[in-house]
């Protein structure tokens, strides 16, 4: 398979952007996963935290004592990617409704979202069997999901075709607003009406 079949599968047009929107979604997603893993394994390097993501992943479908062969650990690092990539969906469809502007900020509400749900709901839910306990762990999940959520929303945007989102913004719309405002004349013109009363008016004066 040549370059050129490749970016027709994929629907990259000439400037190399691309109008799938699950496609886009899922590499983007794919792309904040990866960077959190790394900043995941960094942290864990320097004893920052208690477990990597996928120690935390596995635990969901096995013991979490089991997490710690390589080969459960890598069941675990799947499932986590397959997470992760699936998670850049509803991040573009928050950007196909609301525009692309202020999109790290959305990005980042987006991977606070996920840590709130996935991390702290789902061990509340016992839906990990493995937990950490250290306030360092809980921070660095914090921030590895502010990465996730940070890392994807650019991607969604470097990587999607601008007529996928909403043309006009929200700024723009307001910027358009007040050029119509500025453009209104200032003074209206007289109304035939008014002639004819200012001229009725002056014969009863004669």
Do not use: C
């Amino acid at each position: 398979m040549n370059s050129s079949s490749l970016w027709k599968l994929l629907n990259i047009n000439r400037r190399g952007k691309m109008k799938d929107s699950i496609t886009i979604s899922l590499l983007a997603g794919f792309i904040g996963t990866t960077l959190m893993d790394l900043s995941d394994a960094l942290l864990w390097r320097t004893q920052k935290t208690e477990m990597l993501t996928g120690h935390l992943a596995g635990s969901m479908i096995m013991r979490g004592f089991r997490t710690n062969r390589a080969k459960n650990f890598v069941l675990g690092e799947i499932l986590h990617m397959i997470t992760g990539a699936a998670l850049g969906i509803p991040v573009f469809q928050l950007f196909k409704r609301t525009g692309t502007d202020n999109h790290l900020i959305k990005g980042a509400f987006a991977g606070m979202l996920s840590w709130g749900i996935l991390y702290n709901f789902g061990q509340r839910t016992k839906l990990f069997s493995s937990k950490p306990h250290l306030t360092k762990s809980h921070f660095s999940a914090l921030w590895n999901n502010l990465l996730y959520g940070v890392t994807t929303a650019q991607a969604i945007v470097s990587l999607s075709d601008p007529s996928l989102f909403p043309k006009q913004n929200h700024s723009a719309q307001i910027q358009n607003t007040s050029v119509a405002t500025n453009q209104m004349p200032h003074s209206l013109p007289d109304m035939p009406g008014q002639n004819i009363v200012d001229e009725s008016s002056n014969v009863v004066l004669q």
